[in-house]
């Protein structure tokens, strides 16, 4: 768990940073980049809903020591992931101003011309982020979570590097940005499609050899990956419409949504940690039969990444006038953040790792379709019907309050579907 914490906390941080080094352009440089992320967060969850789904069936093959059926299902992992990134990536590429038309119509113009500009760039990296993160979840499934921290450490630099030349040096603004993202994403994805590849791994690919699509190992990938992409991207959706709820009371609101979105993140790195060592922890238990074993890791993990989160959270509060002041707000703006943020320690701490914890522990023991079914319900009917109610009055903060009723009714649901026998009742591998 150490080294996904770190490669967290590096990614929210050089998240934070490269906010920072766009606000250089103006407010509505970083409104502009903020509307983008929306989207190009609900491709990337797709994305990472495959490789969970990749990570599960792996898991459960390691537990049941079938390394052979391991590496076969790593293979089309990666064929899959990559022939649906491209084809997303293709689409964004080509309908990146009238998408953004369609989800933010009243947006100000200023803020929808750095949109696009910096949409067309962002939109090339997919494909290689689908190569990523497929390699660093099959390292994950092998419990080994340290090459895909020095891999991050290092497309950070990049990254960080990338916009002090193009933002700073060159004045490219929103476009030297997602540039520096793209030549990230393009080299850290080669070496880890390098090193996965190696023979000398439990679980390897065929490297550059070439794969041919195999059913078998694609419809259990997809078993798990479909449900919870429908639910992460569904969830994405749902996020697309708040922001556009939001979008509507203006820049001052955007900014004050994005920003404190951006630093409760930070407060959630342990928790998304723990997220993605419970799909190795409780897969490989569920894939070798310790039902027991699964339970008791899954609770203890719960408690892990609830006290964590509590440190963090109450860091970020301490670092309040720094963090927020470094984005040179407006007086509304930053009073709207600093409430954000008071309400996401207060109420977020104890709801969060039973919303999106317990969930993954479901997924590993191939109960995708029962969360989807859940998170989609809760969503649709909180944090999106409650946010067209209190958003309309209370902007961002009204969103926020539907978000957190939206948390309270999924971590009721899961923990009793956790502490029933049907979680793990249906066989994967």
């Not at 080294?3 to 509505?28: C, K, R, Y």
């Not at 080994?144 to 950070?156: D, E, F, K, P, T």
């Not at 190696?198 to 390897?204: D, I, R, V």
């Not at 059913?215 to 449900?227: A, N």
């Amino acid at each position: 768990m150490i080294p996904l914490i770190i490669e967290q906390t590096l990614t929210v941080t050089v998240g934070i940073a490269d906010s920072m080094m766009v606000a250089a352009a103006g407010e509505t440089a970083v409104a502009g980049v903020s509307l983008v992320d929306t989207i190009n967060n609900l491709m990337l969850a797709i994305l990472a809903a495959l490789a969970t789904g990749g990570a599960v069936v792996c898991s459960q093959y390691l537990g049941k020591k079938r390394r052979d059926l391991a590496s076969a299902a790593a293979d089309q992992l990666l064929l899959s992931s990559a022939v649906l990134a491209l084809t997303i990536s293709l689409i964004m590429f080509f309908s990146n101003r009238w998408l953004l038309g369609v989800v933010f119509p009243k947006t100000e113009e200023a803020v929808m011309n750095q949109a696009v500009r910096y949409f067309f760039w962002i939109s090339l990296t997919y494909p290689f982020m689908s190569i990523y993160n497929s390699s660093a979840a099959l390292f994950r499934s092998m419990g080994n979570s340290r090459i895909s921290m020095m891999v991050s450490i290092l497309m950070n630099i990049i990254n960080l590097c990338g916009n002090a030349i193009l933002i700073f040096g060159l004045q490219m603004g929103v476009a030297g940005a997602a540039i520096a993202t793209l030549v990230s994403r393009i080299i850290g994805s080669a070496i880890l499609w390098r090193r996965i590849s190696l023979p000398a791994y439990e679980l390897h690919t065929s490297g550059f050899r070439i794969v041919k699509p195999d059913f078998f190992f694609i419809f259990k990938i997809m078993s798990v990956g479909i449900p919870s992409g429908m639910e992460n991207g569904l969830f994405q959706v749902g996020k697309i419409i708040t922001a556009s709820i939001v979008a509507v009371h203006g820049t001052a609101q955007i900014l004050a949504s994005s920003v404190s979105f951006l630093l409760a993140t930070f407060m959630l790195i342990p928790g998304q940690a723990i997220s993605l060592a419970i799909i190795t922890v409780v897969g490989q238990s569920v894939g070798a039969g310790r039902i027991k074993e699964a339970r008791s890791y899954t609770w203890k993990l719960l408690a892990v990444s609830s006290a964590a989160i509590a440190v963090a959270s109450f860091t970020v509060l301490g670092l309040r006038p720094v963090l927020l002041g470094a984005y040179h707000m407006s007086d509304e703006a930053y009073r709207t953040s600093w409430n954000l943020l008071f309400l996401h320690t207060v109420i977020g701490i104890p709801l969060w790792p039973f919303s999106f914890n317990l969930p993954n522990a479901l997924r590993a023991g191939n109960d995708a379709t029962f969360t989807m079914a859940v998170s989609l319900t809760s969503m649709w009917a909180f944090r999106v019907g409650l946010s067209v109610i209190l958003g309309a009055r209370y902007a961002a903060t009204g969103v926020w309050i539907a978000m957190f009723v939206d948390w309270f009714f999924r971590s009721v649901i899961f923990t009793m579907r956790f502490c029933s026998d049907k979680w793990y009742a249906k066989r994967l591998v």
